[in-house]
């Protein structure tokens, strides 16, 4: 027990675990202020994680890549099997800023996707705003409401990933 806990106790910050020296997952910007139960499971005495690659913990995002929603099925992204996650995603900050996406999206495209990124995304937003209202309004039963509430929230987290599907879903 004593080569990783204190005496003290057997969570943060008590651990003499560091995950950059005693794993092969590095954490990177994004992932060092996650607390250890976001990728393992605290019953999980060995802490495994689910895997090393990002669709390991992201996978409604990987799923949004290939086109696939819960309720929904489309043809592939356009940058599905074509890019790494890390090409869009910044993973040396702690978080990234609309402004970068949009920056990372002129490293392969011309400076109008800059333009089109912002007019997207402010797009998804009036729509899902206008939804979320709708929804509100409406007298649905609690499983209708409640499974309008989910198409919102997987919108909401696909965005980009996949933009035509998330259109699809705000509809």
């Not at 005693?22 to 990728?39: M, P, S, Y």
């Not at 007298?139 to 965005?159: D, T």
Request: aromatic share 6%.
């Amino acid at each position: 027990c004593e080569s990783c806990h204190v005496e003290t106790g057997f969570v943060d910050p008590n651990l003499i675990f560091v995950h950059d020296q005693h794993t092969r997952f590095e954490l990177d910007g994004q992932h060092k202020a996650l607390r250890c139960e976001a990728c393992h499971e605290s019953s999980n005495l060995r802490y495994e994680a689910a895997g090393l690659a990002c669709q390991d913990c992201h996978a409604q995002e990987a799923l949004a890549l290939a086109g696939k929603a819960s309720t929904l099925q489309l043809d592939p992204d356009p940058h599905f099997n074509r890019l790494a996650c890390a090409d869009c995603h910044d993973l040396s900050t702690s978080s990234q800023s609309k402004e970068d996406y949009a920056i990372r999206c002129e490293d392969c495209h011309t400076p109008q996707y800059q333009v089109l990124f912002h007019n997207w995304r402010e797009s998804f937003s009036r729509r899902q705003k206008s939804l979320k209202s709708h929804i509100n309004q409406l007298r649905l039963m609690p499983a209708e409401s409640e499974s309008l509430q989910q198409r919102l929230k997987e919108a909401e987290r696909i965005g980009f990933h996949h933009m035509q599907l998330t259109q699809e879903l705000l509809k």
